[in-house]
């Protein structure tokens, strides 16, 4: 019975995404598609990225990290500047996918070289060291002149399209969510719900949560290669501390663990400001207010009961697990 | 009522004794001279211990006497200051939490430590990892080794829950459920790593006397069925009396006495220990 409930809920979040591109690719073929809106689909698909493969450190491994945008900046440019080396000597057809390689492994790599060292330590130190990885990172750029400098990195080729991005969108969404339901899933969920037990269930601590880690690192370096590929300028201000903290938000208003609220909150919170863009002045204060909501909807126990109403399939699972919870008890008697 | 067991303790060479049946075979478990300081305090020292491969042995002691830092040595928790452990003959010293687990010690927590926010089944299938897992690729894949190794994992632990009557709670929420069920999959989950030897940290603390009773024939079931060893930590001396065939007394971090149920029930130490000197009462 559960087992089904599972499925159902993974099709749901592969399907958001499925709808997403068939609506675009609709509305680009019959032209009902702005110029505006068609350049939203890149950034968003990056926002899911992002926000999903956080989801897996920060909601399944329960490790605060702060250095996300940082694993983005490294791929991004690795990526870039792997794609102007080889522009002359390879179709784009080639090339993207090499790019998107290049920039998703060098950010794992980097994600070794700080998980090795930190992650054997018992406390919570990733939060400190991945904040200071990306400001370093960003100051390390910023002083090389491979990267471009302050100035920012020009003349990489513009690879990134609606459909990679889709469907890159798709890998890393359905990679994640086979992740956390699989063996290595687990182990990395039983080390957030209680550390010492599943060390004494025999599970390496240490192994699982450098592995959720650098697949987060991975992916987050892959949006960082669709991002430089998109844009005219890649500039290292771009991937600052606020950009991780934005991400952060993204994972905690779609829910901790939860994979599809991550994509709803990813797409939803780019659109918002940008649609809210003619109202200059009360942009931002509408944009928090939103927030503020959101928040209190998602703590607050009424709204949770008017949530619960809202969602009739939890609603019957809600009433399934109650009526066989009651008979097991019973049994128990 | 826990009856009682009617076993033949006899002494090994190190006047240490183990139940008759397990008197030809190495011990599982021997421990030797083990002793740990925290700063000034010496919480654990000198403590000698013998298991007999299907013993069922006791710890028992007043509160702080050092019972569950000795299960936190015993799993490599803590590291030693002084002594040796040997699992089946194997050193210990040096190895890893999760190491020691794999090589056949498990353990209960005096405070219950469940994966509250995963099903029961998960708990148990997390006892199974390193026998049931797949790599990464095809885990990520979802290939059909993956789906045949989780079906063998799920079997598994349907098969050890029904052992303890649990199977109707496999889908529930681990931290959902009544005390004395949480006492019981914390008990299948350390029973899934297949252990040699399993630590009981008070698995009686909360439960009343009916499930008491239940437990006692529980721990003689485990015995019976899977060949283990089992040491109890537990402060309810009927069960410690009744199921324990050696008990070994702490009282500030020291043995003070080792010996049968009926041998420890007639110890002056073991009373004075327990109850305070005469001229104290
Ligand atoms: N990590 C530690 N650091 C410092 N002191 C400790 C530590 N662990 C245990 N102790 C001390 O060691 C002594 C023994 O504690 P322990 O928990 O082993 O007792 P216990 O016999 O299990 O008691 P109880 O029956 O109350 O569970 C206590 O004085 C305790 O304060
Ligand atoms: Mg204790």
Not at chain 1, 45 to 63: D, H, Q
Not at chain 1, 266 to 274: F, G, N, Q, S, V
Not at chain 2, 58 to 67: C, E
Not at chain 2, 204 to 216: D, H, K, Y
Request: charged residues 20%; hydrophobic residues 45%; aromatic residues 8%.
């Amino acid at each position: 019975m559960k087992k089904k409930i599972v499925f159902k809920e993974k099709y749901i979040s592969y399907l958001i995404i499925v709808v997403m591109f068939a609506a675009a690719v609709v509305m680009i073929r019959t032209g009902t598609a702005s110029r505006k809106l068609q350049s939203w689909l890149v950034p968003i698909c990056i926002n899911i990225i992002l926000a999903v493969s956080l989801n897996l450190t920060v909601g399944f491994l329960g490790e605060l990290t702060l250095g996300h945008a940082g694993f983005m900046s490294v791929g991004a440019y690795a990526g870039c500047i792997f794609s102007q080396a080889v522009q002359n000597v390879m179709p784009a057809a080639v090339r993207f996918p090499l790019a998107i390689l290049v920039g998703g492994l060098s950010a794992a790599l980097f994600s070794v070289i700080i998980g090795v060292p930190v992650l054997r330590l018992k406390g919570d130190y990733l939060a400190i060291v991945t904040l200071a990885f990306g400001e370093i990172v960003k100051s390390i750029i910023i002083n090389l002149n491979i990267t471009g400098g302050a100035a920012g990195l020009r003349g990489t080729p513009q690879d990134s399209n609606y459909i990679w991005a889709f469907a890159l969108t798709l890998v890393t969404v359905v990679v994640i969510t086979n992740l956390t339901e699989s063996g290595q899933g687990r182990a990395i969920k039983a080390i957030r719900d209680n550390r010492i037990a599943a060390e004494a269930s025999g599970i390496d601590v240490t192994y699982y949560r450098l592995m959720a880690f650098v697949i987060a690192a991975f992916f987050a370096g892959v949006a960082g290669v669709l991002y430089g590929h998109n844009y005219s300028i890649t500039s290292a201000g771009t991937f600052d501390y606020n950009k991780s903290i934005e991400i952060l938000v993204l994972v905690v208003l779609g829910g901790l663990g939860s994979i599809r609220g991550s994509i709803i909150a990813a797409t939803l919170l780019y659109i918002l400001p940008e649609v809210l863009r003619d109202l200059q002045d009360y942009r931002m204060i509408i944009y928090s207010v939103v927030l503020i909501l959101i928040m209190i909807i998602n703590s607050s126990e009424q709204f949770s009961s008017v949530k619960e109403l809202l969602d009739i399939r939890k609603a019957f699972r809600k009433l399934f697990s109650e009526k066989q919870k009651g008979e097991a008890l019973n049994d128990q008697e | 009522m826990i009856r009682n067991n009617d076993v033949k303790m006899v002494p090994l060479p190190s006047n240490a004794i183990v139940p008759e049946r397990d008197v030809d075979k190495p011990p599982v478990l021997s421990v030797h001279q083990l002793g740990i300081d925290f700063g000034g305090l010496t919480a654990v020292d000198n403590f000698n211990f013998i298991m007999g491969r299907t013993e069922i042995g006791g710890l028992i002691g007043p509160n702080g006497a050092g019972k569950t830092t000795v299960f936190n040595l015993l799993t490599n928790v803590y590291q030693p200051t002084r002594g040796t452990i040997l699992l089946d003959g194997v050193n210990t010293s040096g190895k890893s939490v999760s190491q020691v687990s794999r090589m056949g010690i498990a353990r209960t927590f005096q405070n219950i430590r469940l994966f509250d926010r995963m099903s029961v089944i998960d708990n148990v299938k997390i006892g199974l990892h390193n026998r049931y897992d797949s790599n990464l690729l095809s885990s990520v894949l979802h290939t059909p080794g993956y789906f045949r190794h989780e079906k063998q994992a799920d079997e598994k632990a349907m098969e050890l829950l029904s052992f303890f009557d649990m199977q109707d709670y496999a889908q529930h929420d681990a931290g959902s459920l009544p005390y004395g069920a949480q006492r019981r999959i914390e008990i299948v989950r350390a029973l899934a790593t297949e252990p040699k030897v399993l630590l009981l940290d008070e698995p009686a603390a909360g439960m009343n006397p009916s499930e008491t009773e239940e437990l006692a024939e529980n721990i003689r079931r485990i015995r019976d069925t899977f060949g283990i060893a089992i040491v109890l930590i537990e402060h309810d001396m009927n069960l410690v009396m009744g199921v324990c065939e050696g008990i070994a007394v702490l009282n500030y971090g020291r043995i003070i006495a080792k010996g049968t149920p009926d041998e420890i029930k007639s110890n002056p130490d073991v009373i004075e220990a327990y109850l305070g000197k005469q001229e104290d009462r």
